[in-house]
């Protein structure tokens, strides 16, 4: 049991975490809702448009590691707070942007802040909450956040755009991230081991990072065929053959590798992946299908994913909390998986014309009950039993397989529905473009019959990714549960640093 003093203030620190996990998640979708806005506004050009999520994507999964590492060596709080500062500014500037160079730069910056404060958070956790029911219940409220965040963006996305101006996507981020500031001041300093940077290795494994990102990202939209895709891939895979070398003979790695000798540590990160992959591309192809096909504005878009996010949060911040501590993570993820991968199956059955009270809304509830009950036990599996000097890092890659997952998954599920939809009908994104524009009902009808056609084939896939990820936490989720006992008054250390 924690003292008195010491409970406000953990729920204060695990408020101020939570926080800033749902304005980092958040800002990956909000944009999407926003972007013919902005278009029209800012006049940018159609192939630069995508840029506008990939910049983000792309700094944030690029150098996530190295927030994660900077953590440990300069500090956890230190790197937070810097990284929401960063972030919030960012969020500003991009709210002004005259321009479309401006608007880029402020949402690259904040995906660097992002890579600062998304693992520090989580390693924050780690060292503020001891392992059992308190760590258990923290890192419940911190995965409840992708769901949270994720939904939010789409419904956030809708209403500011639609009854205020698409800036304030961006500067919704301003007084959430000011408070997160404020509030941060409760979190005890942890890490700052007397150890250099890797220098070496910082290099070759963020560059490796930010070209395989970027070739992922490519090949979904280009081909993957196409030549800087390619290069990318093939750059992307001499620099992290490289950085690996490297962390196998430095004294102090950027990325000890010894974190992956723990079967059950690396499964959950390769769990992660396939999970994100496969969530990421549930997000995406739903939106398109409910706005193609269905003909939904971006407001009753986002309102169809409430359940989703309802669900989500009754799961993993109660049911899965409640069972991993008396259940060991498989026997919790295991369950999370098959949902999961039976709800994407459901939903590859979607057609234009299927109702959503009894379709689409069931199919997203099972959906979101299995992700619920698979994101807790992998959280926790990524941090359990880290020395507290490599917790950030460990919380590193654990965001590294999320942001990598999310843009593979986007790129492969985007690449197999576009080719399904195209056997159907050639070019059937054009053919909605223009039977829309000469009002051409029998175009239009035809168009969204073979995209949604796509759209049903990439949930198959993803429900085959979801059966690759439960074939992971049968044979590697080897951990043993939670011991509830092994809590201790002092989870804040005594006094935070100044």
Excluded: K
Aim: positive net charge; charged residues 10%.
């Amino acid at each position: 049991m924690t003292t008195p003093r010491n409970g406000p203030r953990l729920g204060l620190a695990l408020t101020v975490i939570a926080a800033a996990q749902f304005i980092l998640v958040l800002d990956m979708t909000i944009m999407n809702i926003a972007l013919p806005s902005i278009q029209t506004d800012l006049g940018v050009r159609p192939e630069n448009l995508s840029w506008i999520v990939n910049a983000y994507a792309l700094a944030f999964g690029g150098l996530i590691l190295l927030g994660g590492r900077a953590g440990d060596l300069f500090g956890r709080r230190r790197v937070f707070r810097t990284g929401i500062a960063l972030f919030t500014l960012a969020s500003l500037l991009g709210g002004f942007a005259p321009g479309e160079p401006l608007l880029l730069t402020a949402r690259a910056l904040q995906g660097v802040g992002a890579a600062l404060a998304s693992p520090t958070a989580l390693a924050l956790i780690a060292t503020t909450f001891p392992e059992g029911r308190r760590r258990t219940n923290a890192v419940a409220v911190y995965a409840s956040m992708a769901g949270v965040g994720s939904t939010a963006g789409l419904i956030g996305g809708g209403l500011l755009t639609d009854y205020l101006d698409w800036r304030w996507v961006m500067f919704i981020n301003v007084p959430v991230g000011a408070l997160v500031l404020l509030g941060s001041r409760v979190l005890t300093e942890a890490g700052g081991a007397r150890v250099r940077l890797d220098l070496a290795g910082t290099l070759t494994g963020t560059a490796g990072l930010v070209c395989l990102v970027h070739a992922l990202t490519r090949g979904g939209e280009e081909g993957w065929g196409d030549a800087w895709t390619v290069g990318f891939l093939a750059v992307a895979g001499a620099l992290l053959a490289a950085f690996l070398v490297l962390q196998s003979v430095r004294r102090h790695p950027m990325l000890p590798l010894r974190l992956f000798r723990d079967r059950g540590r690396s499964g959950s990160y390769a769990t992660m992946l396939l999970v994100a992959a496969g969530m990421f591309g549930m997000f995406y192809f739903l939106t398109l299908f409910l706005q193609q096909s269905r003909g939904y504005s971006p407001v009753r878009t986002g309102l169809a994913f409430l359940p989703f996010s309802l669900a989500f949060v009754a799961t993993a911040g109660g049911l899965a909390a409640r069972l991993i501590a008396f259940l060991p993570p498989r026997a919790v993820a295991a369950p999370g998986a098959v949902l999961s991968g039976a709800g994407m199956f459901w939903l590859s059955r979607l057609t234009p014309g299927s109702p959503y009270a009894t379709h689409l809304m069931p199919a997203l509830i099972v959906t979101a009950v299995g992700l619920g009950l698979s994101l807790i036990p992998l959280t926790l599996g990524a941090v359990r039993g880290v020395d507290p000097d490599e917790s950030g890092i460990a919380s590193g890659l654990l965001d590294a397989a999320q942001q990598i997952g999310g843009a593979l998954g986007l790129a492969v599920l985007t690449t197999v529905a576009t080719t399904a939809a195209d056997g159907r009908l050639p070019g059937a994104e054009g053919a909605l473009v223009r039977g829309l524009a000469t009002d051409d009902a029998g175009l239009v009808r035809r168009a969204s019959d073979a995209l949604a056609h796509g759209q049903a084939t990439a949930f198959v896939v993803a429900s085959v990714l979801f059966a690759a990820a439960l074939a992971i936490v049968l044979t590697a989720l080897n951990t043993p549960r939670p011991e509830t006992g092994s809590e201790h008054p002092h989870t804040l250390e005594e006094e935070q640093h100044a």
